[in-house]
Structure formats: C-alpha cells, structure tokens
C-alpha cells in the first residue's frame, strides 16, 4: 500500500500487480480488468467491493481484512461473487436439509407409480397370457374367473 501526494491511496489491481489504482477508481477499474483476464477467478471480498482475492488467499483476507469491522453482518453478505467455488459453497451451507418436505415428496411420488399389489396382479397376468392369443386370453380369464367363483362357494359351504 503506497501513497501517491494528490491522489490519495493507491492499490495494486488483483490481477495485474503492475495496475496501480487509486482506491475511488478501483472498482470500476477492475469490472474492465475482470474482461481482459476472464480466466482469472477472483473471489470478492464481502468487506469491500474492490478487494479482489485469489482463491488461495481469500480465506486468509476474510480474516486479516481491514474493513471486516465495518461490517457487521459479514455471514449474510457473503454472497457469490459468480467465479467462486468456495463462496458458494459458504452461501450453500446455512440452508438447513429438509428432510421431512423430501420424505414427503417420495411418499407422493412413489404412491401413483407404484402400487405392489397393482404392480404384481398386472404383472401375473401379463407374464401368464403373454403368449395366448386374444381368444386364449379371453378363455383364460373367463376360467380364472370361474376358479375364483369355485373357491369362493367352496369356502361358503364349508
Ligand atoms: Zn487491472
Ligand atoms: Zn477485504
């Protein structure tokens, strides 16, 4: 940090150190520079809009920054900045899981798709008629219907 007389404090630009600009210029100065080094990512500071970090050091500046006072309620402006793995991972991690909203979601989603015994009386007949032809089919059904009808007088007389 250097002082230039009549242009008051001077900072070096994060992604090209030979970039000297004066703190009131910095941050437009630095949505230009974000254009010409787009592979650069740099991870924003939450303190201060024209403190751009590499990924290395930002976890290190969040600590030592001299604004952090400033700013009271750091957690909620941490904010992704768009380039940064680590801030938006930071911005992920306070969401509690909703587990009781997700088991509900399963129970609504399984119900329609898949009904066991639905599933095993469709699926029983299909693998028993899946070679007989229409008329076959039609005998086989009619005789499960009689079988059924036998069972059941079997059961009342009994
Ligand atoms: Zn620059
Ligand atoms: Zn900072």
Not at 59 to 67: E, N, P, Q, T
Request: aromatic content about 10%; overall charge positive; hydrophobic content about 30%.
């Amino acid at each position: 940090m250097s002082t230039i007389p009549n242009f008051g404090r001077v900072l070096e630009c994060p992604y090209n150190r030979a970039h000297q600009i004066t703190e009131e210029r910095m941050q437009r100065h630095l949505i230009k520079c974000k254009k010409q080094y787009p592979k650069v990512k740099m991870l924003l500071c939450p303190f201060n809009s024209t403190h751009y970090l590499e990924a290395a050091e930002y976890m290190a500046h969040l600590r030592l920054c001299r604004d952090r006072s400033l700013v009271e309620t750091f957690r909620y402006v941490v904010e992704p900045s768009g380039n940064s793995g680590q801030s938006v991972q930071r911005a992920k991690a306070p969401s509690p899981t909703p587990l009781c909203p997700d088991e509900e979601n399963w129970d609504d989603m399984a119900a329609p798709a898949y009904n066991p015994t639905k599933y095993c009386i469709e699926n029983k007949i299909i693998r028993k008629a899946f070679h007989l032809t229409p008329s076959e089919k039609r005998d086989f059904y009619e005789q499960e219907r009689i079988r059924h009808k036998e069972l059941e007088k079997f059961a009342h007389t009994n």
